[in-house]
């Protein structure tokens, strides 16, 4: 290591290897996904996000929701992603496909939110993931800044929260969700992953022990 | 390739430091003034960790927006910045010559510094990337890469115009973190942030930038101090030394491949986690000769070698929990959970801060020309932060652990979950409190030391804290 030029160069052509190995090297693999065209349904698969959706993203973003929720389901034999009703498959790189900046994670304090749109028997509706924003519970942080507390003039808004008890508003008054919590719910009550790619089909089939134990 | 593992007697002391004096001890006091900061948000992340609503109302401080604050702070303003100007120090010490460049150093310093406080406030306001170890905002990331390139400058020229012809590990180390960064980070940004890859690439590239900075940028810096340090301390010889050069390739070439350990089990292509498995098996070897070569440093005495043995003994044991971690089965009840965040604890704290602090409690008296200002600040503060970090740690991985087991079981919900841990998230509260305490022992004893030096030219960092 006694010839800088030489030691500088052995530096730099390390460490660029191996960042093309495993970013270029994922990107020539990945980067020309494409949607899906079922020709059954006669449509694409993942579906474009809304223009609400995309925005609500950003949102997610900047309030570092990530850093409690993740966006990726693992699959049926690894955890117990399905028992608990994130996702019946995978996630797998085209569901991100149209997202702008994909927001996995890496810690899950709350629930996994990569299919919360798809949830059976059903989503959670709107009204409920905005109590939720605007009380918080026990577990999760309220964040009434996201919401505007106004008096009512004239009729009320058809948009403002039913709430009861400590978080409701003074008599007269209405809470009301601003455009950022509107778009944050847009996007998540859109985040649905249901559609089964040829690729998220689990290659291994149930094992038969399992039928033996009914 | 190199030769006698003794460290170079240095000329005298005063006369390599005193351009130097300024510009570093300012570097430094600023670095302690971020890490001081960083302990506030990480306290109040803690707080929200079991209770949720604290300051929950207040936009600037989600629990999302307080970690990046807390991370940010603390990797940039603290580790970078006292670890850039440590290393430059080394290197000049070893180099022999008085250091050259200073004025870009401090140029380079302030904008730096600048740089971070603009985007902790853009952190705060909603900017952040949301990319770990990588939040601060887009706009001020090209900043960052031209001022840590140019507090490099000085580093470089300390090595190319050195006085002898060999060269030492600390060298090896020093160098590779200095000039990897800049390099690191406009990878990073770029294909992150400014011409983004397509969908989950991002994450992948994400991944690979995590890794970056712990194996091409700080573990370099902080092994640069070790090297450096552990020599002079017992006055001998570095034993299995002639292992230290393939170690120290190791770490630069495979360093980065274990990136996959953070997507396991994600969807990216499976061969990506595969290959953490590699990388970190080759590793293992550099964490050995590492463990080797400084193992003499659990017989050093005083309290820079209190700290110095902290460092060397988490290094090894952070590269054994991370090989470990790229195993399938055992990601499998640690990933996504509070052990994730003792892992990186355990190297940004234990491994890298520690290193750190026992080479500013060597470096300040050469700089200054006097002893610290107060040797019972000095320990409290060592005391402090060695029961902090491993109080911290422990309870951050057995919550993962007992996290981890209950997430498998499905019947379990995030209410009996966040029960469950939550004895043990009191106690991490209680040593990040801890923590904080013992980092303002270090402020306030670097304040006092360097300022009778100096006078005035330390006013800047108190406005920062």
């Known amino acids: 290591m006694k010839n800088g030029p030489l030691f500088l160069l052995g530096l730099f052509l390390s460490a660029v290897v191996a960042w093309s190995a495993i970013v270029l090297g994922a990107h020539a693999q990945l980067g020309a996904l494409t949607p899906w ?39 049926p ?3 117990s992603d399905k028992e608990r009703g994130w996702g019946d498959r995978q996630s797998v ?9 994909p927001q996995i994670g890496a810690a899950r304090v709350g629930p996994d939110l990569a299919n919360f749109g798809g949830r059976k028997p059903q989503a959670p509706s709107a009204d409920a993931v905005l109590g939720l924003l605007h009380s918080g519970s026990e577990r999760h942080p309220a964040y009434p800044f996201l919401f505007e507390t106004r008096a009512i003039a004239g ?17 007269g008054h209405e809470v009301v969700p601003t455009e950022r919590a509107q778009t944050l719910v847009a996007y998540l009550l859109n985040l649905n992953s249901t559609y089964d790619y040829p ?9 038969a022990k399992q039928e033996g134990k009914k | 390739m190199t030769s006698p593992s003794i460290q170079a007697a240095p000329s005298p002391g005063d006369a390599i430091d005193r351009h130097a004096r300024g510009p570093l001890l300012t570097a430094i006091g600023l670095a302690i003034a971020w890490l001081v900061l960083s302990g506030v948000f990480s306290l109040i992340a803690a707080i929200q960790l079991h209770s949720p609503a604290f300051l929950s109302g207040c936009e600037f401080l989600t629990h999302g927006r307080v970690r990046a604050l807390a991370e940010s702070a603390f990797i940039y303003g603290w580790a970078g910045g006292s670890g850039i100007a440590v290393t430059v120090w080394i290197l000049g010490r070893l180099g022999g010559n008085s250091l050259r460049a200073m004025n870009w150093f401090g140029a380079g310093n302030a904008f730096w510094n600048l740089g971070i406080a603009a985007g902790l406030v853009g952190i705060a306001t909603g900017d952040m990337t949301s990319f770990s170890f990588l939040q601060l905002p887009r706009y001020v990331q090209p900043l960052l890469v031209f001022a840590s390139a140019t507090m490099g400058i000085a580093g470089l020229l300390a090595w190319s115009g050195r006085r002898r012809d060999g060269t030492f590990a600390s060298q090896w180390y020093g160098i590779a973190g200095l000039v990897l960064f800049p390099w690191a980070l406009t990878a990073a940004q770029i294909s992150q942030l400014w011409v983004p890859l397509r969908g989950v690439l991002q994450a992948v590239g994400a991944a690979w930038y995590v890794d970056a900075v712990v194996f091409l940028w700080l573990a370099p810096l902080a092994l640069a ?29 495979a360093g980065t491949w274990g990136a996959g350990r953070h997507l396991i089990g994600g969807p990216v292509p499976a061969w990506i986690p595969t290959m953490a498995v590699v990388g970190f098996s080759l590793l293992l070897y550099h964490f050995s000769v590492v463990g080797l070569n400084l193992r003499g440093a659990f017989r050093a005495e005083g309290a820079e070698a209190g700290a110095l043995k902290f460092g060397v003994g988490a290094y090894v044991v952070f590269g054994v929990v991370a090989f470990l971690g790229c195993f399938r089965s055992i990601a499998l009840r640690t990933q996504f959970t509070h052990f994730a965040s003792a892992t990186d604890l355990l190297f940004l704290y234990g491994v890298v801060s520690m290193l750190f602090f026992a080479a500013i409690y060597f470096v300040l008296p050469q700089l200054t020309g006097r002893p610290w200002f107060s040797s019972s600040l000095t320990s409290g503060h ?3 932060v060695k029961v902090g970090i491993a109080l911290s740690i422990f309870a951050l991985a057995v919550a993962g652990l007992s996290q981890g087991s209950m997430l498998l079981n499905p019947k379990v919900g995030f209410g009996e979950i966040a029960s469950g841990v939550r004895t043990y998230l009191l106690v991490n509260t209680a040593a990040q409190l801890v923590l904080l305490a013992s980092n303002l022992l270090l402020l306030v004893n670097f304040w006092r030391s360097a300022c009778t ?5 330390e006013k800047a960092e108190g406005s920062v804290s």
């Open chain 1, 155 to 171: 009729e009320p808004s058809s948009r403002a929260l039913k709430l009861s008890g400590v978080s409701a508003p003074a008599s």
């Open chain 1, 37 to 75: 065209f079922d020709e059954g349904e006669g449509s694409s698969f993942p579906p474009r996000p809304t223009g609400l959706a995309a925005r609500g993203q950003l949102v997610y973003a900047d309030l570092g929701c990530a850093s409690c929720h993740t966006q990726q389901v693992r699959r």
């Open chain 1, 199 to 207: 690729e998220a089909k689990p290659l291994v089939k149930a094992p």
């Open chain 1, 77 to 79: 034999d690894f955890g």
């Open chain 2, 382 to 384: 060592l005391a402090g």
């Open chain 1, 93 to 101: 790189a085209r569901d991100y496909l149209f997202q702008i900046r």
């Open chain 2, 225 to 253: 101090s070790a090297y450096y340090l552990l020599p002079k301390l017992n006055r001998g010889v570095l034993p299995s030394y002639e292992a230290a050069p393939l170690a120290f390739w190791l770490l630069v070439v």
């Open chain 2, 453 to 457: 030096c100096c006078g005035g030219a």
